[in-house]
T-cell receptor
Framework: DAGITQSPRYKITETGRQVTLMCHQT?????MFWYRQDLGHGLRLIYY???????DKGEVPDGYVVSRSKTENFPLTLESATRSQTSVYFC?????????????FGPGTRLTVL | QKEVEQNSGPLSVPEGAIASLNCTYS??????FFWYRQYSGKSPELIMS????GDKEDGRFTAQLNKASQYVSLLIRDSQPSDSATYLC?????????FGTGTSLTVIP
């Protein structure tokens, strides 16, 4: 039982390139989330999804795009990467309502934008 | 802007002592409260959730919630070196969690 997985685990890219981070969960959880974690800021929500084809912005959505065509997948795309997007990205999922239920986190993707 | 504040530490306690971690939040409409533990280089993992005023105990961990004061805390009894980590407070409002920046705890053997 893999739970929630992220790929790649590490990524180095250059400014201006498009990058897609993948998230896959095997629990059939309705809700999925993308966070970034930076020193001094903690975890900040980028986007979340309540179900397939339903997505909504979080606290820091600028520069990111998400989609959710299948319940189990929630990819995050940086359309034109910037150095300020260097961060650790965590995907999470929860079974029920996003704020009432426990969120389970993937292992994270460490992204460096040069 | 919804805010969740934690004392950033670092907090150091001797092995066997009680560690006390605190968190305040700004949104009175917040409905759910969570404590996560995060080891260096790892993802957050849930320790406790609490939804009602009062105390909730799970083994060596006790979460305390006071909605009137907008305050939630985590007590770790009989602290062990393996408890050394960063502890994140998360507050649920609407469909979102808001996280504090975390408190770094070191348990000294």
């Amino acid at each position: 039982d893999a739970g929630i997985t992220q790929s790649p685990r590490y990524k180095i890219t250059e400014t201006g390139r498009q990058v897609t981070l993948m998230c896959h969960q095997t629990w059939s959880h309705s809700y999925m989330f993308w966070y970034r974690q930076d020193l001094g800021h903690g975890l900040r929500l980028i986007y979340y999804s309540a179900a397939a084809d339903i997505t909504d912005k979080g606290e820091v959505p600028d520069g990111y795009v998400v989609s959710r065509s299948k319940t189990e997948n929630f990819p995050l795309t940086l359309e034109s990467a910037t150095r300020s997007q260097t961060s650790v990205y965590f995907c999470a999922s929860s079974e029920a309502s996003g704020s009432a239920d426990t969120q389970y986190f993937g292992p994270g993707t460490r992204l460096t934008v040069l | 802007q919804k805010e969740v504040e934690q004392n950033s530490g670092p907090l150091s306690v001797p092995e066997g002592a009680i560690a006390s971690l605190n968190c305040t939040y700004s949104d009175r409409g917040s409905q759910s409260f969570f404590w996560y533990r995060q080891y260096s280089g790892k993802s957050p993992e849930l320790i406790m959730s609490i939804y009602s005023n009062g105390d909730k105990e799970d083994g060596r961990f006790t979460a305390q919630l006071n909605k009137a004061s907008q305050y939630v805390s985590l007590l770790i009894r009989d602290s062990q070196p393996s408890d050394s980590a960063t502890y994140l407070c998360a507050v649920g409002t609407g469909n979102q969690f808001y996280f504090g920046t975390g408190t770094s705890l070191t348990v000294i053997p």
